[in-house]
């Protein structure tokens, strides 16, 4: 009995080898970076489905996935595509390696870095919000429009830096800081639905947050004037605001940032790969 069954567990592992292939070339179109904070778009048959090492993606009826990589993401990923007879292609995707700005600053006040506790239960409470509101799904494909800049200025930061006081890292920087003076206008930059907008939060000030299908969200951050509410529905570049320096800024700036649910993306492979259009 024993015999028979470990021979019928190697004949189920064979068939499940035999069923995975290399994948051709054209089975699936990919554009963006391939890269940690690389935003991705890729088109398939809408018969098939797809997976992300063990992440199973949506399909839209049109064959497009999207998905995107963490600012620590490194190494080999895996994508999975299976046709509708069952059977399983891979591709793998290496990711090209990142370096990011650190910045050591030693000797600052702790009471300058570190908030009170009353400021930081307002600031939890603020992030599950702004959490809530990125975990919106539509079957929307508005990012596959040709992007466009929110504002112009000088850009003063980048995704990815990171600043180290008194021997404590900080969050990473996760946007593109675009500095212009106070009252710029900032422009959406594809269309979608206005999901977030608070005109005074701790760490962010002025907040929007746009959805864009698919679990793609912008955030506009720093805002002097937040002039669009919830649920208001936007073409690519209607004005929802303008630059300022509210919450923790130390200047006028836009801090614009790019989401795929809570992957948090970088703004200029956004810019850098999708300002024409992608399929």
Do not use: C
């Amino acid at each position: 009995m024993r015999k028979l069954l470990a021979a019928a567990l190697i004949l189920a592992f064979s068939l499940n080898i035999a069923n995975l292939h290399a994948e051709p070339a054209n089975l699936i179109e990919l554009r963006g970076a391939k890269t940690a904070g690389g935003l991705l778009i890729g088109k398939t048959a809408p018969s098939n489905q797809v997976k992300l090492n063990d992440q199973t993606l949506k399909v839209s009826a049109e064959g497009i996935v999207v998905f995107g990589f963490e600012r620590d993401a490194q190494g080999v990923q895996t994508l999975t595509i299976e046709l509708a007879d069952g059977t399983q292609y891979q591709q793998l995707i290496e990711l090209t390696p990142r370096e990011y700005q650190i910045d050591r600053v030693e000797g600052v006040p702790q009471r300058t870095v570190t908030p009170d506790p009353e400021q930081v239960a307002r600031a939890r409470k603020e992030a599950a919000a702004v959490w809530q509101a990125r975990q919106t799904q539509t079957d929307d494909l508005h990012f596959l429009t040709p992007v466009v800049a929110p504002a112009e200025g000088r850009i003063s930061g980048v995704y990815g830096s990171q600043r180290i006081f008194n021997g404590e890292p900080r969050n990473p920087h996760f946007g593109l800081d675009v500095a212009a003076p106070t009252g710029t206008p900032v422009k959406v930059v594809w269309p979608g639905e206005v999901v977030f907008a608070d005109p005074d939060l701790f760490y962010s000030g002025g907040t929007i947050i746009v959805n864009h299908g698919f679990g793609v969200t912008t955030t506009y951050i720093h805002l002097s004037a937040v002039d669009v509410e919830v649920g208001q529905q936007l073409e690519q570049g209607d004005v929802i605001g303008a630059i300022g320096a509210t919450g923790r800024a130390t200047g006028p700036h836009l801090d614009w940032r790019v989401n795929w649910g809570n992957v948090r993306l970088d703004p200029a492979l956004v810019l850098e790969h999708f300002e024409q259009p992608i399929f």
